[in-house]
């Protein structure tokens, strides 16, 4: 059993920057993909990044590519989300999840464990 804890979360301005990191437990980190997805109340959860065990380039979602960066820490099982250039419209609640497998999936229904999410809020 895998278990995820997000932190970093917090109130920036719009054009800010935030650094969210998620620690995982149990299970064999290095043999999960980690993702991030974020979720506004009334919408579906959103894809933002997700990177395979091996190593290899993170996948973006479309609304946060060429803003946002993913990585991951294998020796200290915790992967980071940073969060540059932020908007208004990235204000949601942001979960870490994670996977067996080097497949990197955007769809929420491929990963089987979740953290309880951070909350961002970008004022304008």
């Known amino acids: 059993q895998v278990q995820l804890v997000e932190s970093g979360g917090g109130l920036v301005q719009t054009g800010g920057s935030l650094r969210l990191s998620c620690a995982a437990s149990?299970?064999?980190?290095?043999?999960?993909?980690m993702g991030w997805f974020r979720r506004v109340p009334g919408k579906d959860r959103e894809f933002v990044a997700a990177v395979s065990w091996s190593g290899g380039a993170p996948v973006y979602g479309s609304s946060v590519k060429g803003r946002f960066s993913m990585s991951r820490d294998n020796a200290k099982n915790t992967v980071y989300l940073q969060m540059n250039s932020l908007k208004f419209e990235d204000t949601a609640v942001y979960y870490c999840?994670?996977?067996?497998?080097?497949?990197?999936?955007?769809?929420?229904?491929?990963?089987?464990?979740w953290g309880q999410g951070t909350q961002v809020t970008v004022s304008e």
């Open positions: 999840a994670a996977r067996s497998g080097s497949a990197v999936p955007t769809q929420s229904e491929a990963y089987a464990y």
């Open positions: 149990g299970g064999t980190f290095n043999a999960n993909t």
